[in-house]
């Protein structure tokens, strides 16, 4: 899946930013605790489709976080 239409997907649930696992092919809400799968390459966004996801393990953004600038 390109990953600028990813960047546009939000979770169908609480609207908050997804995380792209692309090993496990899923895009991950950390909030709601739901994996979608990406299946031949289009992302399954229903909730009925999403498996839950253990909230110990750590998901890494999509996108880093901005810097905040240097104080100087």
Do not use: N, Q, W, Y
Request: proline fraction near 11%.
């Amino acid at each position: 899946m390109e990953t600028r239409l990813i960047e546009l997907l939000v979770c169908p649930i609480c609207k908050g930013p997804l995380t792209h696992e692309r090993e496990a092919r899923e895009l991950v809400c950390a909030a709601d605790h739901l994996a979608f799968p990406i299946r031949d390459g289009i992302a399954v966004m229903l909730e009925s489709e999403a498996r839950t996801i253990d909230d110990s393990a750590p998901v890494a953004p999509v996108f880093p976080a901005p810097e905040a600038p240097a104080a100087e």
